[in-house]
C-alpha cells in the first residue's frame, strides 16, 4: 500500500490564505478544475496565470513555486482582501470595524 500523497504546494498556500479552490479560480478568472488538477497533479500553473494566483494568496511567484531560498511566510490571503475592501469604506463604517477587530487583536497579544 503506497502512502498517500503530500498536498502540492498551491494547495499549500491556497489552504493558508484560507480561499477554496473555486474562489481562487474565480479570482483569477480561470475554471476551478484547472486549480484542482495543478493541486492534485503537482503540475505547475500557467506561466500567464502566476502572477494573478500569487497575488491572489498573498505571496510571491517564488513562493508560490516554492523557491528554497525565500522563507517568508504567505501574508495576506482572504483577510488582506477584507481589509483591502474595508479601507475603501466611509471613515465612520471603518471606525465600526476598528472597534470590533481591536479587542481580539488585543486579547490575542502574547504578555
Do not use: C
Not at 504546494?9 to 478544475?33: D, F, P, V
Not at 493541486?39 to 528554497?68: F, K, M, N, Y
Amino acid at each position: 500500500m503506497t502512502a498517500p500523497k503530500p498536498p502540492s504546494r498551491l494547495r499549500q498556500l491556497r489552504e493558508a490564505a484560507g480561499i477554496s479552490a473555486r474562489e481562487l479560480a474565480r479570482q483569477i478568472n480561470e475554471q476551478h478544475t484547472n486549480v484542482l488538477y495543478w493541486e492534485h497533479s503537482g503540475a505547475p500553473p500557467r506561466s500567464d496565470v502566476l502572477r494573478p494566483i500569487a497575488q491572489a494568496l498573498g505571496v510571491t511567484v517564488e513562493q508560490l513555486l516554492g523557491d528554497s531560498s525565500e522563507r517568508a511566510a504567505p501574508t495576506g490571503g482572504r483577510l488582506r482582501q477584507v481589509f483591502e475592501r474595508a479601507a475603501k469604506l466611509p471613515r465612520r463604517q471603518q471606525e465600526k470595524l476598528i472597534a470590533v477587530i481591536e479587542p481580539f487583536v488585543a486579547a490575542s497579544k502574547a504578555p
